[in-house]
């Protein structure tokens, strides 16, 4: 169906930045949403980034507003999510998904990524 396949984590030092990729293949639709998820350990998967591919539209929580971005290329259908101002508690292992639309909870989206790792040193 699709496949996503996520590049960019690794270890920077708060203050620091760094910049996701997700690049989704396999059937892809015209009009589909894409997101940006983290998990902390011992915490629930956290909701970071969504836009609509077909307009653009961008959506972010309030710990991440100001500070990530998310942006598409349509003509790759891929995703970035650049990371400014790293903190600490931004650690989590980040998760790339796609489904029909923008959506705010993990269970609305239909395929994932396998994740990558992000460590922001103190």
């Known amino acids: 169906q699709v496949q996503l396949v996520e590049s960019g984590g690794g270890l920077v030092q708060a203050g620091g930045s760094l910049r996701l990729s997700c690049a989704a293949s396999?059937?892809?639709?015209?009009?589909?949403?894409m997101g940006w998820f983290r998990q902390a350990p011992g915490k629930e998967r956290e909701f970071v980034a969504a836009?609509?591919?077909?307009?653009?539209?961008?959506y972010y929580p309030g710990s991440v507003k100001g500070r990530f971005t998310i942006s598409r290329d349509n003509a790759k259908n891929t995703v970035h999510l650049q990371m400014n101002n790293l903190k600490p508690e931004d650690t989590a292992v980040y998760y790339c998904?796609?489904?029909?639309?923008?959506?705010?909870?993990?269970?609305?989206?239909?395929?994932w990524g396998q994740g990558t790792q992000v460590t922001v040193s103190s």
């Open positions: 836009i609509r591919m077909s307009v653009g539209d961008t």
């Open positions: 998904a796609a489904g029909p639309g923008i959506a705010f909870r993990a269970s609305q989206y239909d395929y």
């Open positions: 396999g059937r892809t639709f015209s009009s589909y949403g």
